[in-house]
């Protein structure tokens, strides 16, 4: 059997979910990471470069006869390290920069969803910031003001008052998420519970896989500043997304591929729909190039399925032909986070208790922000800081076991949610 080595680029949960998913295949050989962290740098050596160049990572990948780059986070894609890689001939996974264009621009994916005929939030998208403001004036309400571009999942402001929204608008314009906020979208607000739906798609082909919910608010009850995500569970679900708005969400995934391609963009890798559970059905907030983080800390440990070859398969157009089955299991990922996530906090704090957690049944703990020192003890290094993750029959075993897990590791500063998926109970 030929072995494929690959170079994973990205350092958070969801990385670490996708290195260990990875090297559970029989054909994976060597394994290579960018920037990586402290769980990562136990099963890959890091190549050093920079993940965010489409030059270096195609040509240390070429040079390292790596047969598969995956790319974990969103601004490699939008940089093109995609195109990059496939010009070199190896397989990539992850969309060419045209196609990750439904992330890096929100004006861009709105108009792709008015073409496509997919129910999302009305809008208005603006370059000049005195029309912008006198069109949130005219509105006199709630309404949702974006930055186009990426801003690293700051660059979003939900607006329940005229001021609120004027603030928003002076942060894109005024330069606070950089060239992100030179265009600005003016969305409608939409209300209910969200859902998130990944998908892999080939360009052509498009398997949706399982549900999932995050928690985007720092604090219990929903409460507190949006955070990247501070616990998921999956599935999600029938009396929070029925059978009939699944449906739904599964056709808005492949009216977009599929209108991409008419468009002549062939869009491989995963496509992250976030929808919003509305009264008139689901809508859709937002899509991502790429897989979620924490939802694929929940998605993949349920899959049952080669990633390997699932991933070599978008590369090369046939999905069609590869197996991904499912457990009827449930999973939770709860993050422990360091005090003051999402504003400024400490790092460097000791860790104890992984080996612990991890032995209990059913329990992964995946790494985000941590990193080895030189004696080899594990620190902390970033907000989000683990993803104590449990699978098990029943969704209230799996909740009580990711919990459970919870109170066996400690570092100074430890904060996490208590009422990860309440709502599904
Ligand atoms: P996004 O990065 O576009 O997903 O936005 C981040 C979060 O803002 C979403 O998960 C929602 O909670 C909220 N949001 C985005 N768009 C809307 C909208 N049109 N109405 C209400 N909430 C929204
Ligand atoms: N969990 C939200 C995201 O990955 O964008």
Redesign the pocket.
Known sequence: MDKVDILLLGAGGREHALLMKLAESPRAGKLYVTPGNGGMLQLADVAPISQDSPTEVADWAASHGIGLVVVGPEAPLVEGVADAVRAKGIACFGPNADAARMEGS?EFAKLVMARAGVP??A?RSFTDRAECEAYVRELDGP??V?ADGLAA?K??I?AQTTEEALAGVEQCFGGAFGDAGSTVVV?????GP?CSLLALTDGTTVVPLATSQ?H?RAYDGDRGP?TGGMGVYSPVPEHLVSAKDLSTMVDVMNRVVAQLRTEGITYSGCLYG?F?LTEDGP?V??F?ARFGDPETQVVLPRMHADLLEVFLACDAGTLEDTPIEWGDDWAVSVVLASAGYPGSYESGKCITGIDEASAQDGVTVYHAGTKLDSDGNLLTAGGRVLDVTAVAPTFAEARERAYAACDLIDFDGKQFRTDIGARAL
């Open positions: 929100k999302t939030a809008y309404c949702v974006k999942g660059g979003v939900v969305e409608e607000m939409l209300d969200e995050d985007k949006n976030g919003m809508k907030l937002e991502n």
